[in-house]
């Protein structure tokens, strides 16, 4: 007698474990991220924002906050500066 093999569906929707945080999705072009990238260096956003974080109370769930607060502050430093 041959044993029956369930296949799952490959489409169906997977769900996190319960008490697992969920990653929110932002949707960016690639044009966008063009943009910030290569006109910042991502290394001093990227201290910016975590400068940001710790003066925030270091509280986590505001990173994209923190960091385009960060770009925004940078891109207006270079462009007060001539660069």
Same mark, same amino acid.
């Given at each position: @007698? #041959?044993?029956?093999?369930?296949?799952?569906?490959?489409? !169906? =929707? *997977?769900?996190? +474990? =319960? $008490?697992? =945080? *969920?990653? /929110? *999705?932002?949707? !960016?072009?690639?044009?966008?991220?063009?943009?910030?990238?290569?006109?910042? /260096?991502?290394?001093?956003? !990227?201290?910016? #924002? %975590?400068?940001? %974080? &710790? #003066?925030? $109370? !270091? @509280? /986590?769930? +505001?990173?994209?906050?923190?960091? &385009?607060? #960060?770009?925004?502050? &940078?891109r207006y430093r270079s462009a007060a500066n001539g660069n």
């Open positions: @007698m #041959a044993k029956s093999t369930k296949t799952q569906s490959t489409t !169906a =929707p *997977r769900t996190a +474990r =319960p $008490g697992t =945080p *969920r990653t /929110p *999705r932002v949707n !960016a072009t690639t044009s966008d991220v063009s943009t910030t990238s290569s006109s910042l /260096p991502h290394g001093d956003i !990227a201290m910016r #924002a %975590y400068e940001l %974080y &710790l #003066a925030d $109370g !270091a @509280m /986590p769930g +505001r990173e994209l906050d923190h960091w &385009l607060k #960060a770009e925004s502050e &940078l």
